[in-house]
Structures are given as structure tokens and as C-alpha cells.
């Protein structure tokens, strides 16, 4: 009986209106998504080819990663080049962004802002109206005046009508996958590919979530225009609101400065520092070691500002987990740019490995026995592995959408068991 | 009959669960945005403040009698905008330099007044238009309306008016209690411009969502079914809202492609340094030439750095500066040696000369201008590209108009070379001053500055804004006018039964 459900329901949503304009916006979307963005990805690696011969300074950069495609993330953020100073790391050319500054009142789209916004706003609208619908039709009591029992009813439902609105996504997927694995430009290895199939697993438990949530929603109203509403209102609420207030929200309990006062102090420190060693008499015999103890004292201050500001940051971002943490779309998002090497965690990785190749050459240079002449260690970056991903904080998010999943189908179940189909 | 029209329709929406639902959204959401926008302006005034005062505390104790470096410690700090209550406004260029920033804001965009009016007003607005014929006709109620004397005019514009009504009283009341809490909060002073400019911002806004129910409408005019009226008016607003102005940006980017900065600088150095190398060739030669004519009266010009002639372009602006006047004083005491520094200036001019003529020749201005040009071109591309979605044009119109957006931006680099101009003045004649007082004052020698000008942003006024935004609200009205039109063309065809 199951397989009759899933294939009524599949069948049933072939035929409709609703599936051939879902489905065309779908893929128009996901295929344009695709497109723009190795366009944007092919830009970003001319940009770090540009940067990476920068002569004469000791400048460090890491290329654009072609996942980025997919989920754009933090990217740009990633892949500035920066130098060692004395006193923190500094870009080291503000000028190496886009000149068009229209991408800073625009969003990326990218595949993962196509699953997050649109799909999952196409998921409810595909199960809005699943028991509702059927309701008002008067086939729901039919069925039901059969020998076919509720919970087989309901799972036969959720996954014919989870198959069709899928199916046609992963179809656009591949096809824009395929393009983008093709064109020379694009490099990807097995961790790459093994990234790439955890972000669309992680994207399909995303809109299962959305899909068993527009189910809930049919199971308790009794008019799909009433269903509707509620669904609309739930998704804005869901992918909108909660994700960007709890950003700001976040803001009014972790104190955190700008990044403009956080350079004046530094610049603060270098001036008072600078003003101490001209204060040395160049004629006093430890003239040298005296200057390398100040520098050294500059140094350490800086850190300790750097340490102060990132673990604000930390704390922020833990803030604004806990406070999204009733959405699945900040969970997915910060689940999907973590698993593409373009999240958070990725970000504070190479901060800290900077961090740790400053504290190296600082090392080097004060060492007594270290040629001067000799070039010092390259600076080397290897992104998160799969592993190191969902040791970080990428399990934890996964098992949010799991639970949302999870919750969301119960009350669904819950919900039809008692459901007056009259 | 028309007032029948506008009371049934206004009446029939505020007992809708629509209405109740973006009732109680609208406020909640509004008022929440704005308290904690204006809990966030105070905190971003307590920062200004406190970059105000690390950067007086540096310029009193370190600033440098060295022109270059005095001129580089001085940043000029922006002040929180003043809608940043309502409006967040976008990040200039000075956090792009940082290696530390908060990651948070480009994976969520934070949530304000722009927010509220794009996504919940607009999809609102459909929501409410979408079955006002559709709907009307599936209940057969539309048919017993039309049988009586009505016009069909007079119900498009009776569903239209009451329809904008029920969903313009919600935003505006909420707005209404935001703006409340923003007069009454001491940490705010907005003046009469201010309130100009939410005054029209609003009015823009009521723009933008009348639009949206006009779409809706128009929608539901050629739709039979509600439900696939709701499908079509969806699948608008995503492409009208979330993809098209997202995605022209991207693609003007790569429609029209610029290298960046770096590429043409170091295009531009590529072109400078062998130009250089050969000026500076001539010039050693000269001096070999000079050395063996003018001999030891050479040598003194020599140890004097050329009296300034040229070091200033190979060598430190400050050090060219004094050895000038050293030489200079010498000429005057010295005929020959007059003779030989005015020989000696017309060598390094004819070296320039060729040095000009080398840039020139191979581009160099160009490769500048060309980048600019091209920047311009691409951003007007994604501009004029995005203005096909309603969203890009009210976004441009509520960001301009508040001093949030891009021209805000401008205008702030504008008022800052501005002061930089100002302040460079006021630096020279201190140093200059200085070293009149004591000629032999050293570089590392610390200033007073502490009666320099200080910086003080002032807003845009009004008629400058106006003038920008004014062609994107043309072509909001005309969206409407299209849509209207539409609307009316379609229920005029409207299939009744």
C-alpha cells in the first residue's frame, strides 16, 4: 500500500501547475547560480594569480577554493593577501577587492543562498496543501475510508512528495555540476568531490526539514489558503528573521570594538613602542638587545589585542548560534560554508595559523643562532579536511537539522493522527 | 458605490487571518528592529567616540615634524550614520583593509527597515492582492457584484484603494511607534532634515509596496484559480526580490571585466622603473661631466645632494627641501656657482622630460583613467542591469536618501579629501613654523598639534540626494502605472463566470 501512496503522490504532483513552475524556477535557478558564480570563481583566481607575485614584500595568500562555487562563504575574506607586521597581521592591499562596490548591497547567489532562500520556500509549497489540500478535495476521506492505515498514509505522502520535489534538484545540480568539473579552470580532488556530496546531503536534510515543517502545517489547518499564509509566514520568519535578528541581537550582548579602533591601538602601541627605542642611546653597548626587548614587548601586546578581538569574535558568533539556534537556516548555513572550506571555522583556522607563522619568524629572528641571510620558512595552508570539519562544530549543526527534521515529522504525524478529514 | 467598494474590501482583509498575521508581524518585527538598531547606535557612538580619543592621544604625544609621516597618522573616522537606527548602512573601505573583522554580517545580512519593507511588505502585498479577482470569481461572488450597475472600473479601483489601505495602516502604525521610540530616545537627535527624509523615505516605501499589490493584482486579473494566482505571484516576487538583483551584479561583473588595482599598478610600475632607470642614468652621467668641468665647486654641490634638483624625485621630499635652501643661499653668495646649479637644473629638466615623454608614449595616465572608466562602466552596468527588479531601485532610492548607501560613501571620501586638504595646510605651516623657530629641528622632533582642525562630518544636503534618487522613484512609479494598466486591461477581459 506504501508504494501505492508514494507513486498516487508522485504521479499526482507530476501533473500539477505547481510542480512545472517549481521546477522550472528550480533549475533556471540553480543552472544561473552555477554559471555566475564560476564566473565569479575564474575572477577571483585571476585576482589571487595577480596578488600572489606581488614582488619584494613578504606577502602570503591562499588561492580561491572552487567549491566556493557552491557556497561563496567567507571567500573573499579568505583569500586577501596579507604580511606579518610587527604589531598584527595586515592586509596588504586594501585595493585587491572589486572596484564595483554594488556587491556590497547584494547577496552572493550561490547554490547554498538557492537551497537556504528559494528551495526551501519551494519545499512548503509543495507540502503546504499535502492533507489540507486533499481535504477540501474530499479524496482524503476517501482514502482514509479504506483499509489504509494513518502513519502509512502520511509517510507515503512525505516521501512521494519529498521524491518529486527533489528529484528535479538534484537533476539541475548534476547538470551544473558537470559543467563546472569540466572546464579546465577547475581543479577539484577527492576531498573536494567528498566536500561537494556532504553539502548536498546536508542541503537535501535542510529542505526535508522545510518540506516535513509544510506538512506540520497542512496536518493542523483545515484550508490550504489558510495553510499557505501560515507557511509563508513561518518560512520568512525561519530563513529571514531569525538568522539576521539574531545577528544583531548577538551584537547587544557581546561588546565587541570596530576594526577601526582595534588599528588605532595597534598603531597606538608601534608609536609609543617607536618613541621608546629612539629614546636608546645608539652608543650604549646593549643598544641592540634593548630594541629587540621592545620590539618583542610591542609584538606581545599586539597579540594579546589580536587574542582580546578574537575571542570577542568567538563569543559572538557562539551568541548568535544559541540565539538562531530555533531556525534551521543559520545551522545549515554555517553546516554548508564550513563543510566548503568558506565558514567561520575556516576563517579562525587561518587566523590562527598566521598567528602561529608569526610566532615562528618571531622565534627565528630572535634566535641567536639564525643566519640572517637565510630565507625563512614559506608559509603553508592546507584547508579543513572532511574530518576536521565535523570535528569542529560541522556535527554539531548537522545534528540541529537532524532534530528539526526529527521534530518537525512527528508533530506532522502527531498531527494527522488526530486530523478530522470530514 | 466606489466608497461601498473600498469599505467591503477594506472590511473583508482586517478579518482575514492575512491581516492579523502581518498585523502583528509588521509591529512586532518593526518595533523590535528599531530598539535594538538604536541600542546599537549608541554602542556604535560609544566607539566613534573612543577612536576619536585614541586617535587625539596619539596626534598630542607622536606627531611626527615630518610631513609624510604626520599626514599618514591622521584617520579620519566616520560617524555612525544617523538612520543607523533604522537603516545599517554599508561597510566602507576601511574594514576591507582588515585582517581581523566580523565574519557574521556576510553570512546574515543583518535585519532592518529595508528588510521589513522588501520582503515581508512586498510578500504581504501579494499575499493580499493575489485572489482579490481570482478568489472573488472561484466564490461566484465576483459574478453577483458585476450584474449590478457597477462599472468594472469602479471595482478595480475600489479593490485596489481598499486593498492598499488595510495593508498601508499596519506599516504605518508600526512605523509610527518605531519613529515614537527614536524621538524619545536621548541618544538620538535627529534634525529637520532628518525627519525630511524619513518623511520621504516612507512615502517611497508606501511606493514600493503599492507595486507589490498591483502585481498581485494584476496577477489575479489573468488567473482563474487562486491557487495557481499564488504560485505565479510567487514565483514573481522570487525573481523580482531575491534572484535578479543578486544575479546582475555578478553578471556585469563579468560582462564587463576591470583588472583590478594591483594588476594596473603594477602595469604601471612595469612602465615607470626602466623609465626611471634611464633618467637616472643621465643624470649620473651629467654628474660625471659636471664633476670634471666644475671640479671641487661640484663636490660641494655634490655633498649639498644637488641642492634639492631631482632628490625630491628620487630621494626623502624633506631632506631635498633643506639642502635647497642650503644651495640657494650658496648661489646667491657665488655667481659660478649659480652658473653651474642652473646648468645642473636644466639637465635633470631635460631627463624629466624624457621620463614624461616615456610614460606618455607607453600609456601610463591611460592604464589609470582606463581602470576608473571601466570601474564606472561595470557599475553602471549593474546598476541600470538591476533596475529591472523593483527591489535594486527602492534600495537605491532608501539608501541614498539616508545616507547609507553608496553615494554616502562617496560623499564621505569627498569630505575626507576635503580635510586631508585642510589638514595638510595647517601641517605644513607648523612644520614650517617650527623650523623657523629652531632650523636645525630634527624629524623625530614631536609637534603640537593640539589646536589642529578637527573633523566633522556633515550630512548631504537634501537637494543633492533628491537629485539621485529621483530617476530610480520614476521608475518605481512607473512599475505601478505598468502594472495598473495591466490590471485594468486584463479585468476588463475577465471571464466573470
Sequence with gaps: MLKTIIRKEILNNLLSYKFSIITILSTILILVSIFVMYGDYCLALDNHDILRVESGDRVEIIPPTPLGIFAKGLDENLCRSWELQGVGVEISSERQKSLNNLFKLFTAPDLLYVIKVILSLCAMLFAF???????????????????????ILII??????????????????????????????????AQDWAKLGLFLLSGVIYLAAFFSLGLLISCLTHRSSTSLVISLFVWAMLVFLIPNLGN?????????????????????????????????????????????????????EGDKLDEDYRNRINSLVKVSQSITGFSPAPAFTLLATDIMGTGVAEERRLKKAAQGYKDLLVQLYTDENWDEESEPPDFHYQRSSVKEILGQGGLSNCLILILFNLLFFTGAYVAFLRYDVR | MLKTIIAKEFLSNIIDLRFIVGFVLCIIVTIACIMILAHDYKQE??????????????????????????????????????????????????????FDDNPLPILFPPLDFLFIVTIIMSLLAMLFSHDAIAGERQNGTLRLVISNSISRTTILFGKFIGGIASLIIPFILALLAGVLYISVNPAIQWDGSAWTELALLTAASITFITLFYLLGLMVSTFSRYSSTSILNCLFLWVLLILVIPNVCTYISAQLCRIPSIKETERKQDEIKYPALKVARKHMKEAAKRFKLRYGGLFSEFESMEFGGIGTWFFLDREAASTHQKAAQQRAEEDPEFKVMMDAFRQEFEMAMKEFRRTLKEAGFDKLGRDLGRKSVVQTNLAKNLACISPFANFVYIARDLTGTGLRSLDYFEQTKDEYGDQFQSYAEEKI????????????????????????????????????????YWGILVLFNVVFFVSAFAGFMRYDVR
Excluded: H
Excluded at chain 1, 129 to 151: A, F, Y
Excluded at chain 1, 157 to 183: C, E, N, R, Y
Excluded at chain 2, 435 to 458: G, I, M
Design chain 2, 432 to 471: 614650517s613654523d617650527a623650523r623657523k623657530k629652531n632650523p636645525a629641528l630634527d624629524k623625530e622632533y614631536y609637534l603640537d598639534v593640539s589646536d589642529r582642525p578637527r573633523f566633522a562630518f556633515k550630512e548631504e544636503p537634501l537637494k543633492g540626494k533628491l537629485g539621485e534618487v529621483l530617476p
Design chain 1, 129 to 151: 496543501d499535502i492533507i489540507c489540500g486533499e481535504k477540501e478535495t474530499g479524496t482524503l476521506r476517501q482514502t482514509i475510508s479504506n483499509t489504509v492505515k494513518r502513519p
Design chain 1, 248 to 300: 544583531i541581537l548577538a551584537r547587544q550582548f557581546v561588546e565587541i570594538p570596530t576594526v577601526q579602533q582595534l588599528e588605532l591601538k595597534r598603531q597606538q602601541i608601534r608609536r609609543r613602542v617607536y618613541v621608546e627605542m629612539k629614546r636608546i642611546p645608539k652608543t650604549q653597548p646593549d643598544f641592540e638587545k634593548r630594541q629587540m626587548t621592545l620590539e618583542l614587548r610591542a609584538i606581545a
Design chain 1, 156 to 189: 507515503g505522502k512525505w516521501l512521494g512528495g519529498f521524491t518529486s520535489f527533489i528529484l528535479p534538484f538534484f537533476m539541475a545540480v548534476l547538470l551544473g555540476t558537470i559543467f563546472v568539473t569540466l572546464s579546465p579552470m577547475v581543479d577539484m580532488n
Design chain 2, 45 to 98: 557612538m560609544k566607539d566613534y567616540n573612543a577612536r576619536i580619543n585614541l586617535e587625539d592621544e596619539i596626534l598630542d604625544n607622536y606627531a611626527p615634524a615630518a610631513l609624510d609621516r604626520l599626514l599618514g597618522m591622521v584617520s579620519t573616522q566616520e560617524p555612525p550614520e544617523r538612520f543607523r537606527p533604522l537603516i545599517i548602512g554599508i561597510q566602507g573601505n576601511e574594514n576591507v583593509g582588515s
